[in-house]
């Protein structure tokens, strides 16, 4: 079953089994506002309800993946208890961190902020020649919010993940390899091509077996090992 779908601030594809998400604010670098974040939560509700799709891909419209949060919304909620309040009625950032089906990053340009942050909570990333990544929320006076002070030590040496987050210095795509951050580094290219190969190659397993072993891994990282391996145990006796 295919279908594209146009949020004001989001293209969502769904095709053979693989929904592309785009996020489209081009002319300010995919910065993440607010109707993002709505659009993006919609986006999930529809993956989430279409049994036929078994993997999502996250990519950027124009000439970046995302510059991150939308800066020119920071500080415009009415009151800390009713951004705090929006937070709680829709955790985006919680519910990628839960979300039951494999998520890919093809990423081009820059990723930075919560636009990096999105990538962390994704299972792949991929990136072209020309990505950046960075966190540059302390240098602008502020911490990351989108799981990235979590994530990022979870994803790469956690002494590495300091040097991100203090210094606020974007890496580079080769860097980004180098540091274990990306699973792959090519031409823009093939940036798609294989970012769709990736999900092709998960599609390949049995859906069961690659759904129990993601959540083996996800649900036991943060476990003490007796803990974990009880887990994996349980979640292994689902299966025939
Ligand atoms: N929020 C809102 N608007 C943003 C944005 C953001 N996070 N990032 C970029 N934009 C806008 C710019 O204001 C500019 O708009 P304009 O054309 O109306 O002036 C447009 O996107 C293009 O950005 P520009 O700065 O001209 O591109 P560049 O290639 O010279 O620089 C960056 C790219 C990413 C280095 C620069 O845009 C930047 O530093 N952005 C902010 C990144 C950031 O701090 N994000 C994290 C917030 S916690």
């Known amino acids: 079953m295919a279908g594209m779908t146009a949020f004001d601030t989001l293209d969502y594809e769904a095709r053979d089994r693989i929904a592309w998400l785009t996020l489209s604010r081009p002319t300010v670098l995919n910065a993440l ?3 993002m974040r709505d659009d993006l939560w919609a986006a999930l509700d529809a993956a989430e309800a279409n049994p036929e799709i078994a993997v999502l891909i996250f990519k950027g419209a124009g000439s970046s993946f995302s510059a991150g949060a939308d800066i020119t919304e920071f ?4 009151s800390i208890e009713a951004a705090r309040q929006a937070r709680l009625q829709r ?19 820059y990723a930075l902020g919560a636009g990096c942050e999105l990538t962390l909570l994704c299972d792949f990333r991929l990136a072209s020649e020309d990505a950046r990544f960075g966190l540059p929320e302390v240098n602008l006076g502020y ?5 990235g002070t979590q994530t990022l030590p979870r994803t790469i040496p ?3 993940a300091l040097d991100m987050l203090l210094t606020a210095q974007p890496i580079d795509a080769s860097t980004a390899l180098e540091r274990g951050l990306v699973h792959w580094v090519g031409p823009i290219d ?3 091509t294989e970012a769709e190969a990736y999900a092709r190659r998960l599609l390949a397993q049995p859906p069961e077996a690659l759904r129990l072993a993601r959540r083996a891994l996800r649900e036991t990282a943060d476990l003490p090992l007796p803990q ?13």
């Open 190 to 192: 093939s940036l798609y």
């Open 91 to 109: 955790d985006l950032w919680g519910r990628l961190a839960t979300f039951d089906k494999p998520l890919i990053a093809a990423v081009h340009g």
């Open 33 to 35: 506002n607010l109707q």
């Open 143 to 147: 911490i990351p919010t989108a799981g």
């Open 228 to 240: 974990a391996l009880a887990l994996e145990a349980r979640l292994r006796a689902q299966l025939p």
């Open 158 to 160: 956690p002494g590495l």
């Open 75 to 78: 500080g415009t909620a009415p």
